[in-house]
């Protein structure tokens, strides 16, 4: 029985890595998908600063900032 809750917890430690790996890249994900024109500044950012929770939020906020390249002008 100790052998199926070991295999157990450790099972739920792997899915908790893999969830928090997953949510600490959602802003260099949003930028890669918009196509966003600084999407290795993003990803770089995350990379360093990510990990800080105000440098997450910058890398989040800017992924979903309007990409002035991307947008067309009618005349």
């Known amino acids: ?11 739920l430690i792997i899915i908790g890595i ?3 790996i997953g949510i600490y890249g959602i802003p260099t994900i949003i930028a890669f998908t918009r196509n966003h024109k600084n999407k290795t500044a993003i990803l770089a950012l995350n990379i360093l600063l990510g990990w800080t ?3 997450w939020v910058a890398c989040l906020v800017w992924s979903l900032t309007n990409d002035q390249s991307n947008q067309q002008t009618i005349n």
Do not use: P
Request: hydrophobic fraction near 80%; charged fraction near 5%.
């Open 1 to 11: 029985m100790e052998i199926v809750v070991s295999i157990f917890f450790f099972l």
């Open 18 to 20: 893999a969830v928090a």
């Open 53 to 55: 929770f105000l440098g």
